[in-house]
């Protein structure tokens, strides 16, 4: 096997040095990983110090999925992007800093989105994948292609001080599918772009999902296979529970009836690109200038179903704070025959909002589209954008 | 008592509680208790029909209730139940144009 291993250079050696003296890597270990690679699944959060770690490691080959480009808002976790790429592709900001961080291996990039047609095709070409992507559909996604190409997907993910990390590799153990076989429903999880995420907390959890790659790919250790970690930052908890095959999973079982890649935004009931801005479709929004407009000639009740911390950013003068956890409890204070109009941050509370206000049998409400980061863009250059 | 800790997008119903003491001896005996400590998270929990819904997931200490007896399994005095919740963050968001 070893003779099969790529070589190091001089250069090489002296990079690694630090590895070569451990022995459970020693010099056949760090040749193996240079001989390996690894895909990874968004450049955000986790996948900013996977990214690095791996390509400081020296891992031979590293693919980056993402087709977003980087936001300010994005640095204060996404530490492999910098002041100096913003609004520049996030694959090739990652790409240039892991370049400079380790010229001598190779990063491909795919600047797409990872989806039922393209991705058993990128991930064929990777020994093990890293799922860091922020959203239901994605997580299915990657759980079974990784099952049908009979790769490990090492996952993590992240809510608040939250994370969860475990390798999910069906020839060994249970996948995902094994722990929850199925999503929850829409908006009964916020996303971090609605509940936030501690920004040293991804470092964290993709620091161990790092570690968890490089234990799998030298084959040294015990990975989380069958074990779940669960952390949580404010407690400094980290807790394991065992985690078993599902003898009903419906992609690894015996009996598994998904033997094909499938419609995960069907599956999910929402799409894989839930941060865009909120909108309840035809006839049930308002555009920040129409409600500009509106307000100038109207009664309009406003409705904020942001939490109340979040008011202390921006608010709109005369809007009723009712968050949306707390909205189905406080129903009787509103007042259905009057005209309302929702809004949260950018749009995805507040429909959700509508949804639950409209199925009580309210039909005067409207959903403001983008919420009040697009008024701030758009109306009142005044209050911030977050 | 039992302690059932809570995750951090269930406690916008629990009034922010992290755990909870819940009294009975068996899952389903804590899982009656919670509901009526806090029933806003009932629709959470269970389906309409009052069965646990897929994506909950219920340790006691470290293992599945799945694994067990499911809401009949037997709770001891000060054991820890864990509510795992199914989160899907990565720290990034799609950033909206």
Same mark, same amino acid.
């Given at each position: 096997?070893s003779?099969?291993?790529p070589?190091l250079?001089?250069?090489e050696?002296?990079r690694?040095?630090?590895?070569?003296l451990?022995?459970?890597?020693?010099?056949?270990?760090?040749?193996?990983?240079?001989n390996?690679?690894?895909?990874?699944?968004g450049?955000?959060g986790?996948?900013?110090p996977?990214?690095l770690?791996?390509?400081?490691a020296g891992?031979g080959r590293?693919?980056?999925v993402?087709?977003?480009t980087?936001?300010s808002?994005?640095?204060?976790r996404?530490v492999i992007?910098?002041?100096?790429?913003?609004?520049?592709?996030?694959?090739?900001s990652?790409?240039?800093?892991l370049?400079?961080?380790n010229?001598?291996i190779?990063?491909?990039v795919?600047?797409?989105?990872?989806?039922s047609?393209?991705?058993l095709?990128?991930a064929?070409?990777y020994?093990?994948?890293l799922?860091?992507?922020?959203?239901f559909?994605?997580r299915?996604?990657t759980?079974?292609?990784?099952?049908?190409?009979?790769?490990?997907n090492?996952?993590?993910?992240?809510?608040?001080?939250?994370g969860?990390v475990s390798?999910f590799?069906?020839?060994e153990g249970?996948c995902y599918?094994?722990?929850f076989?199925?999503?929850?429903?829409p908006g009964?999880v916020?996303?971090?772009?609605?509940?936030?995420v501690?920004g040293?907390?991804p470092?964290t959890i993709?620091?161990?999902?790092?570690?968890?790659?490089?234990?799998?790919?030298?084959?040294i250790?015990?990975p989380?296979?069958?074990?779940?970690?669960l952390?949580?930052?404010?407690d400094?908890?980290?807790?394991?529970?065992?985690l078993?095959?599902?003898p009903?999973?419906?992609?690894?079982g015996?009996?598994a009836?998904?033997?094909?890649?499938i419609d995960?935004?069907?599956f999910?009931?929402?799409?894989?690109?839930?941060?865009e801005?909120?909108?309840a479709?035809?006839?049930?929004d308002?555009?920040?200038t129409?409600l500009?407009?509106r307000?100038?000639?109207?009664?309009l009740?406003?409705?904020?179903?942001?939490?109340?911390?979040?008011l202390?950013?921006?608010?709109?003068?005369?809007a009723t704070n009712i968050?949306?956890?707390q909205l189905?409890?406080r129903?009787?204070?509103l007042?259905s025959?009057?005209d309302?109009?929702?809004?949260?941050?950018?749009?995805?509370?507040?429909?959700r909002?509508l949804?639950?206000?409209?199925?009580?049998?309210?039909k005067?409400?409207?959903?403001?589209?983008?919420?009040?980061?697009?008024w701030?863009?758009?109306?009142?250059?005044?209050?911030?954008?977050? | 008592m039992?302690?059932?800790?809570?995750?951090?997008?269930?406690?916008?119903y629990t009034n922010?509680?992290?755990?909870v003491? #819940?009294s009975?001896?068996? !899952?389903? *005996?804590?899982?009656a208790d919670l509901?009526?400590?806090?029933p806003?998270?009932?629709?959470? &929990?269970?389906n309409?029909?009052?069965?646990?819904r897929?994506?909950v997931?219920?340790? #006691?200490g470290?293992?599945n !209730?799945? *694994?067990?007896?499911?809401v009949?399994t037997?709770?001891?005095?000060g054991?820890?139940i864990? &509510?795992?919740?199914?989160?899907?963050?990565?720290?990034?968001e799609?950033n909206?144009?």
């Amino acid at each position: 096997m070893s003779a099969t291993l790529p070589e190091l250079s001089r250069d090489e050696i002296l990079r690694y040095s630090r590895h070569l003296l451990i022995p459970e890597v020693g010099l056949e270990g760090q040749r193996k990983l240079k001989n390996s690679s690894a895909l990874i699944i968004g450049t955000g959060g986790l996948g900013s110090p996977v990214a690095l770690y791996l390509a400081a490691a020296g891992i031979g080959r590293i693919g980056l999925v993402d087709y977003d480009t980087v936001d300010s808002s994005n640095l204060q976790r996404q530490v492999i992007h910098g002041t100096s790429t913003v609004g520049k592709l996030k694959v090739e900001s990652a790409r240039t800093k892991l370049l400079d961080l380790n010229p001598g291996i190779q990063i491909d990039v795919y600047n797409e989105p990872y989806t039922s047609e393209n991705a058993l095709r990128i991930a064929a070409n990777y020994d093990i994948i890293l799922d860091g992507t922020d959203n239901f559909p994605t997580r299915y996604l990657t759980n079974d292609v990784a099952v049908f190409l009979g790769k490990p997907n090492v996952y993590a993910s992240i809510y608040r001080f939250d994370g969860q990390v475990s390798v999910f590799y069906a020839k060994e153990g249970p996948c995902y599918r094994c722990l929850f076989p199925e999503p929850p429903p829409p908006g009964l999880v916020p996303s971090c772009a609605e509940g936030g995420v501690l920004g040293v907390l991804p470092g964290t959890i993709g620091t161990l999902q790092a570690t968890e790659a490089l234990k799998v790919l030298l084959g040294i250790g015990e990975p989380l296979i069958g074990k779940l970690l669960l952390y949580n930052a404010l407690d400094m908890s980290f807790d394991f529970v065992k985690l078993k095959k599902n003898p009903n999973c419906r992609v690894c079982g015996p009996n598994a009836d998904i033997k094909e890649l499938i419609d995960y935004e069907e599956f999910c009931g929402m799409p894989s690109h839930d941060h865009e801005e909120g909108s309840a479709g035809a006839g049930w929004d308002i555009t920040v200038t129409e409600l500009a407009e509106r307000v100038k000639t109207n009664h309009l009740k406003l409705i904020d179903v942001r939490e109340p911390h979040e008011l202390e950013i921006s608010r709109l003068p005369n809007a009723t704070n009712i968050p949306l956890g707390q909205l189905a409890a406080r129903l009787s204070e509103l007042d259905s025959a009057e005209d309302m109009v929702l809004f949260c941050k950018s749009g995805a509370r507040s429909t959700r909002a509508l949804e639950l206000l409209t199925s009580a049998g309210f039909k005067k409400v409207k959903n403001l589209k983008g919420g009040i980061n697009a008024w701030a863009k758009e109306v009142d250059r005044n209050l911030p954008v977050y | 008592m039992p302690l059932l800790r809570i995750p951090t997008p269930l406690r916008a119903y629990t009034n922010g509680q992290s755990e909870v003491t #819940v009294s009975g001896s068996k !899952i389903s *005996d804590a899982l009656a208790d919670l509901t009526t400590q806090y029933p806003a998270l009932r629709p959470h &929990l269970f389906n309409e029909g009052g069965d646990l819904r897929p994506f909950v997931n219920l340790f #006691v200490g470290e293992n599945n !209730i799945k *694994d067990l007896q499911g809401v009949n399994t037997p709770i001891q005095d000060g054991e820890k139940i864990m &509510l795992i919740p199914s989160i899907a963050g990565g720290g990034y968001e799609r950033n909206a144009a």
